[in-house]
């Protein structure tokens, strides 16, 4: 059974995910008090973060398959 996404639901998520950037640029900047440079680094730190967990995932799945 495979499941496709319609791109009402792609742009959505994308427009979601970009508002969500916004916000919690403006409160690391504001409320916090972080730099541009602090900020980049978190940024890096967390996107390696969770590029690490999908590609777990992915490797996951494909080593329980091989015979």
């Known amino acids: 059974m ?10 959505t998520g994308i427009g979601v995910a970009g508002y969500a950037a916004l916000m919690l640029a403006y409160v690391a ?22 590029a690490l967990a999908v590609a777990i995932d992915f490797l996951g799945k494909r080593l329980s398959n091989v015979e």
Do not use: F, Y
């Not at 495979?2 to 742009?11: G, K, N, R």
């Not at 409320?31 to 996107?47: C, K, Y």
């Open 29 to 50: 900047r504001v409320d916090l008090g972080l730099s541009s440079g602090q900020i980049r680094g978190l940024a890096i730190v967390a996107a390696v973060l969770i």
């Open 2 to 11: 495979e499941q496709d996404m319609d791109s009402l639901t792609v742009m």
